[in-house]
Every structure is written in structure tokens, then in C-alpha cells.
């Protein structure tokens, strides 16, 4: 009889080709985490994951790539987790716009066995290890998918903007910390002024034009009438 890491392969095989949709576990539609989470609830006995990868990872017992067996949770990156079927392939929900399937593994960043090892698909090939021009290609395109989901971008966005706030937050309820920091980085900041701002004793003078006489023409001055003669009786 096969075991639960056989019957949660067997599950998500039969998942392969149902769209990407965030947040979803099916049964129509799935996102990463929530694969691996419907896989494993379908089990006899079913185990129950969480359907974030954030403490999914947490879920189990640690391996390392080389101890990989069928059924393991395989973590490429923080935010994303497939299920290894063996011979170096996987199955995953991969991102908006993509649809559940079967793939050779493109990345590891973290291994997690939640249950005993199971005997592993029989239509895997060994094609996942082989570092060969499809395991390049669909790194590519799970790289390119994470920046085509909005959801992700959206997350890192939030991500940023938290870590914002938070470090305006310190430096406002800790002047002395914020009076460090500046103190830190006010000398390289005005060396750098310096450097680009000219200081007065450098700037070439600026020319000064002593006053000139008017060339306007003066204009003549009226005579004074003179005297006529011949002033007798007659």
C-alpha cells in the first residue's frame, strides 16, 4: 500500500495542468504552499501544513539537497515550495499565469521531510540534476514568474515600506540615535559638499567697473542780453 508520501505525489500529479491562484488549496485552482498542503491532507492518515511557506519550512525535519527523497518539501527560495517526486523533478504551482506541473528541480535553498520517504513517481527522469538547457530554462521561468506576480511584487513592496516606517520610527523616538547617525555621515556629506559646491575664496573675482564720465553733450547756455546804444534826445 502506498504511503502518505506516495499518496500526496499521487494527488498532485493529478493536479497538474489547474491554473496558479493565490492563496487558493483547490480543489480547482492552487498557489505553492497550498499544493503541498492539499497533497499531504489527502494522505492516510492525512498531516495537516500550514499554507504559508514561512512556517511550512518549520514543519518537519531539515535535509540537505543530497538526502532528498519522494515526497520531501523542496524550498528553492523562502517564498516558494514544490513537492520532489524523485529523480530530480518536482511539482509545483509556480506563479500567476502558470499552471500545476512537473518540472526538473531549477533551485534549492532548503529541504523538509514531513513523513517517511516514499517510492517516488514513475514517470520522473533524472533529467532535474543533470544541470542541462531545460533545468536553465525553467529557472528562468520561475525567476521571471516571481516578478510577474503582482502578489509577490505587492509583498515586497509592503516589505519595504514596513522597514520605512520602522527605521523613521526609531530615529524619532531615539533623537540620540539619530544624532549619532548624523554625526556618522555629517563629515563624509560636507567633504562632499566641498567637492561640488566651490568655496567663495575660489571662485574667480568678479569683475568691478569703475564709474565713467557721462558722454552726454552739455547742453549751451543762454547768453545774457546786451546793451544798444544811441540812448540821446533827438
Known sequence: MPNQADQAIAYAEQQIGKPYVFGAEGPNSFDCSGLIKAAYAHANPPISLTHFTGTMVAQGKRIS???LAPGDLVFPDP?????????GQVIEAPH?????RKVAMW???????VTDPGTGSVTATTAGDSGGVGSVVT????????????NK??????IIIGFAFVVFGFFTINPKAAATTA???GPGVKKLQQKMIPSPKSRAPSSTLSPQPSSKPTA???KAPQPTGGGGNG
Open 107 to 113: 533551485g534549492f535553498w532548503a529541504g523538509v521531510r
Open 153 to 158: 511584487r505587492r509583498a515586497i513592496a509592503y
Open 96 to 100: 500567476t499565469g502558470a499552471n500545476v
Open 183 to 185: 554625526s556618522a555621515f
Open 139 to 150: 529557472a528562468f521561468s520561475a525567476v521571471a514568474g516571481f516578478f510577474l506576480d503582482a
Open 220 to 222: 549751451p547756455q543762454p
Open 79 to 87: 517564498g516558494h515550495v514544490q513537492l520532489y517526486v524523485g529523480g
Open 65 to 67: 539537497k543530497a538526502e
